[in-house]
């Protein structure tokens, strides 16, 4: 193995996104891909509304058969049918006749508007259904402009237009509109399946009781959450002791994943057995990045069969490693599902209590972002020591000192990312 190489982040992240491959397009039901991008233009196979129809209950008449009515001089109608959404009128509207009409149903032929209940002299209008009841004639009560109260055909979407394009990440509106297309499935980028391993002999499972000098495995829990918040599939494996032959087991079940990702020993001096079997059978590279919390990673790529399965390897501390698959883990995912809208957003806040940096490194303080009369403010979240997981939890954002920037005062404007 070389020397451990000091890189920038934005480097680190570079490398691992020029490796990490653009994952698969599969058919799955629209409903499924919810949160997925869209491998491919979708061009509407029909038109919508397919038919003009109304978006009024009323009468379906001849604009030109209204002219100069009023509550005075109503003009009468005489109604020639009664039509619903769902179904089609089969006769014309002469000139001096109308069709009851609800809202949904297509605009009988020969009519070219719509006059609502309220402007008729049948303002209740609301005992549909009982045609033979209604009168056999209506009064129009007011002027209807020529396609009043009528929604063209096309109206939403024309036949062979592209409607979404590729890449588009779908929401629920996206799936509203699948599905106003008739599509029952689409073919969308699948989920990448990120297999995540604890290394430690320190390390337990939640749930059990813990002996002294153990802890819970945090990082598989934290790191499992944001795959799946990302859109992956997290394959938890469990957690290696820090012997070869465990660490060499456990990965072996997961290198039918896309990605593999540890966490732990891959600080200086404490990586042996990681190190040790990364070696024997990967490639892996052992970084610095120039961040805190966060500076020790590990990127290579492990062999399975054929392919090379990328691997990152995160810091053991629970802060660090989520903050580092935070910058590099999630933009990782996102390439594979083909989005890149990985970053956060970003707002200037005023710092409400002052912050060190004494790493010399990109520093992200762990914040509560609140708006105050229209100006952002940050304040810490506690200690800011990387074994405090609580500050991780109670942050929504995370202000960005850059390495030259050594102390902010309070009042001082920085840049925070936005976490949720
Ligand atoms: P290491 O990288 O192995 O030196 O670990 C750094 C620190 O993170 C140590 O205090 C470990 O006990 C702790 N740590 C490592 N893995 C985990 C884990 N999965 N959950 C919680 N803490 C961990
Ligand atoms: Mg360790």
């Given at each position: ?30 409903l ?50 009664e039509l ?17 009409i ?7 032929a ?28 209506v ?39 699948l ?34 000098g ?64 990364l ?50 883990g ?14 956060r957003p ?20 762990r ?13 810490l ?36 990312l936005?976490?949720?």
């Amino acid at each position: 193995m070389g020397a451990v190489t000091t890189i920038t982040i934005e480097e680190a992240r570079e490398r691992i996104l020029s490796f990490v491959p653009l994952l698969d397009a599969v058919e799955m039901p629209i409903l499924d891909a919810l949160g997925l991008a869209l491998a491919e233009d979708v061009v509407a196979p029909l038109t919508i509304p397919p038919l003009a129809n109304t978006s009024m209950d009323g009468y379906a008449v001849r604009a030109a058969d209204t002219d100069g009515a009023s509550d005075e001089r109503p003009v009468s109608l005489r109604v020639v049918g009664e039509l619903a959404a769902g179904y089609v009128f089969e006769g014309h509207v002469e000139a001096g006749t109308a069709v009851r009409i609800m809202t949904g149903a297509p605009i009988p032929a020969g009519a070219d508007a719509v006059v609502p209940f309220e402007e008729t002299d049948e303002p209740e209008g609301r005992n549909f259904g009982s045609f033979a009841k209604s009168r056999a004639e209506v009064g129009v009560l007011k002027t209807a402009k020529l396609g009043a109260n009528v929604r063209p055909a096309g109206e939403d979407v024309h036949a062979g237009t592209t409607v979404l394009k590729r890449g588009t990440v779908l929401r629920p509106a996206h799936v509203g509109a699948l599905a106003s297309l008739g599509m029952a499935a689409v073919r969308v980028h699948r989920r990448p399946v990120v297999a995540i391993l604890s290394t430690g002999d320190e390390i337990i499972e939640p749930g059990k009781p813990l002996a002294p000098g153990q802890i819970y495995d945090i990082n598989a829990y934290s790191i499992s959450a944001m795959v799946s918040e990302a859109g992956g599939v997290p394959k938890r494996l469990g957690i290696a002791t820090d012997t070869v032959e465990a660490l060499e087991q456990k990965l072996s079940e997961g290198l039918d994943a896309d990605l593999l990702v540890t966490s732990a020993g891959v600080s200086r001096g404490d990586y042996d057995v990681v190190k040790d079997v990364l070696m024997k059978h990967g490639e892996i590279n052992f970084w610095t990045v120039r961040m805190r919390p966060g500076k020790p990673l590990a990127f290579g790529t492990f062999p399975s069969g054929e392919r090379r399965v990328p691997h990152i390897g995160l810091p053991g501390n629970p802060v660090s490693s989520m903050m580092s698959f935070e910058l590099f883990g999630r933009p990782a995912l996102y390439k594979m599902l083909g989005r890149n809208d990985w970053e956060r957003p970003r707002v200037m806040a005023v710092c409400d209590e002052p912050i060190e940096n004494t790493s010399g490194f990109t520093q992200f303080a762990r914040v509560v972002l609140t708006e105050r009369e229209g100006v952002w403010h940050a304040r810490l979240t506690g200690s800011q020591s990387s074994g405090v997981l609580t500050s991780m939890a109670t942050a929504n954002g995370l202000a960005v000192m850059g390495e030259d920037v050594r102390a902010l005062a309070v009042g001082d404007v920085v840049e925070c990312l936005v976490l949720s």
